[in-house]
Nanobody
């Protein structure tokens, strides 16, 4: 059974930091491109970041570039998103997802973890 489980969300102050995690099971994590996407209240899904199957190349949406860092631990089948200098507009449900390549649609996704940035 394929499963992606996100964790680590919560309430943080503007300018604060948070790291969310995604533990994968039921498939070979290192064989897929991994993504973080998010959905704010009343809005559609927004691509945030991606990392290739080898873990050597990363991609970021412009608004998070320089603030967020995506990484993975293949041995633990775990994906991470380190979020620094958080802004209220970063408030969203964060989901991890997996795809065979950058050209493919998502095959798997998780239930999400809520991140709220507020004073």
């Amino acid at each position: 059974e394929v499963q992606l489980v996100e964790s680590g969300g919560g309430l943080v102050q503007p300018g604060g930091s948070l790291r969310v995690s995604c533990v994968a099971s039921g498939f070979t994590f290192s064989s897929y491109w991994m993504y973080w996407v998010r959905q704010a209240p009343g809005k559609g899904l927004e691509w945030v970041s991606a990392i290739d199957s080898g873990g050597g190349t990363t991609y970021y949406e412009d608004s998070v570039k320089g603030r967020f860092t995506i990484s993975q631990d293949n041995a633990k089948n775990t994906l991470y998103l380190q979020m620094n200098s958080l802004r209220p507009e970063d408030t969203a449900m964060y989901y991890c997802a997996a795809a065979p390549s950058i050209y493919s649609g998502f095959l798997y996704w998780g239930q999400g973890t809520q991140v709220t940035v507020s004073s």
